[in-house]
């Protein structure tokens, strides 16, 4: 995916109203009409928050008569989430290595208490 398509994608995923639009897609394509209800907004504010969807290539929008229906288009978010995957690599590696040296530390401590304690019960006997 190149930067800017995927810089588009996540402007796109930038606002609250425009997830909240993917969300509802996400259970099946639906007119304009029925995703403007739940929100407190004019039709034409939904239609350009669907232009900017549409535009990252987040929906594809038809035309079936007076019915224009919306539909997602999952392909950029699964660009992001390869992008994503990268990163969560990264930090899984760096977690595991922080997880190896704690416990070698503890391992450490731990034989240091021992000898400590052996050395302090030696001197008792």
């Not at 606002?15 to 304009?32: F, H, K, N």
């Not at 969807?53 to 019915?67: D, S």
């Not at 690599?89 to 052996?118: A, G």
């Amino acid at each position: 995916m190149s930067p800017d398509r995927l810089s588009s994608t996540f402007a796109a995923l930038a606002d609250p109203t425009r997830r909240a639009i993917l969300a509802r897609l996400a259970s099946g394509e639906t007119s304009v009409t029925d995703l403007a209800k739940p929100f407190d907004i004019s039709l034409p504010a939904v239609s350009k928050h669907l232009k900017v969807l549409e535009g990252a290539g987040l929906i594809a929008r038809g035309r079936e008569a007076q019915w224009r229906p919306c539909r997602l288009q999952a392909n950029p978010l699964k660009d992001i989430a390869d992008w994503v995957e990268y990163y969560r690599r990264h930090w899984e590696e760096s977690f595991d290595k922080l997880d190896r040296y704690l416990r070698k530390l503890q391992r450490k401590n731990k034989s240091q208490e021992i000898q400590r304690k052996e050395k302090r019960d030696g001197r008792k006997t």
